[in-house]
């Protein structure tokens, strides 16, 4: 019996070993995957024409900033709520159209 325990415990420990390596396995390639993906990132970044820095900065800043929220429920065209009277539909008048152009 006491035999069996030990087998049971080196066995454990064992599983527990090799879950920790591959753990550690898996971490530093997950690292060296990231670094090579921003090495490759930056080589692309440097054939970029300076002019077009500022646009591809807040491209990447506001993309990077929306990660963060949550997604909004898309709007369903067409669907408005409350009601609407018969002026709604009624042609604007030609000062106001004016205005719009």
Request: hydrophobic residues 35%.
């Amino acid at each position: 019996m006491l035999s069996s325990m030990r087998d049971n415990s080196n066995s454990q420990l064992l599983r527990s070993k090799y879950s920790d390596q591959h753990s550690v396995i898996m971490v530093v390639l997950y690292y060296h995957a990231s670094s090579m993906l921003i090495q490759k990132i930056v080589q692309e970044l440097q054939d970029i024409p300076n002019d077009k820095l500022e646009e591809l900065y807040d491209l990447i800043h506001y993309f990077r900033l929306g990660l963060g929220q949550k997604c909004q429920k898309q709007r369903t065209p067409g669907l408005l709520q409350g009601k609407l009277d018969d002026s709604f539909f009624e042609p604007l008048p030609e000062e106001e159209l004016q205005r719009w152009q």
